[in-house]
């Protein structure tokens, strides 16, 4: 059970860095877009802008779940390093509740705004409602869930790996 757990837990949480790298050339592609619109062509494209943003944030909040995975978003170094096995399993523990608790508030409450959202539209993109941007928030909720738990579940610490 564990092992394919994890199994799909890889796949979620590949696919949501391989959708969040797909977001950063979005933004980047749009960004140079926009120079080229603005400062060659002297007729910006107001609409670029708000997809440059709705594109970082959809970034952000799927590329997270990889650093949940990765054990590098909540971290006690001190009380870590100086804990025994069994606390440090305790404090995984302590850590995972946490995060879990909070995924599930962002889940929560941005499913709320994404369903608010409907009847909003963006400016400059008049035709394309704000529950799109809003949406970012559920999704990539859901997919850190499977990173906490999977972290959890098989402990990676690449942050305290590297540190000094």
Do not use: H
């Not at 979005?26 to 060659?40: C, D, H, K, P, Y």
């Not at 096995?85 to 909070?102: E, N, Q, T, Y």
């Not at 970012?136 to 579940?153: D, Y």
């Amino acid at each position: 059970m564990k092992e394919k757990f994890l199994g799909i837990e890889r796949w979620t949480t590949g696919f949501s860095m391989i959708a969040a790298c797909v977001m950063l050339v979005i933004a980047s592609g749009l960004g140079v877009f926009q120079i080229i619109t603005r400062f060659v062509l002297e007729q910006p494209a107001e609409w670029s802008e708000i997809l440059i943003r709705m594109s970082l944030i959809w970034m952000v909040f799927l590329g997270i779940p990889m650093a949940f995975r990765q054990g590098a978003m909540v971290s006690v170094d001190v009380l870590y390093r100086w804990s025994p096995p069994r606390v440090k399993r305790v404090l995984d523990a302590v850590v995972s509740i946490a995060a879990l608790a909070l995924m599930l508030v962002i889940l929560w409450w941005g499913w709320d705004y994404a369903m608010r959202g409907r009847v909003q539209s963006m400016a400059g993109l008049e035709s394309v409602s704000m529950m799109w941007s809003y949406l970012a928030l559920p999704v990539g909720s859901v997919f850190c869930l499977f990173g906490i738990v999977g972290n959890f579940l098989d402990p990676k610490r690449l942050e305290l790996e590297t540190a000094q």
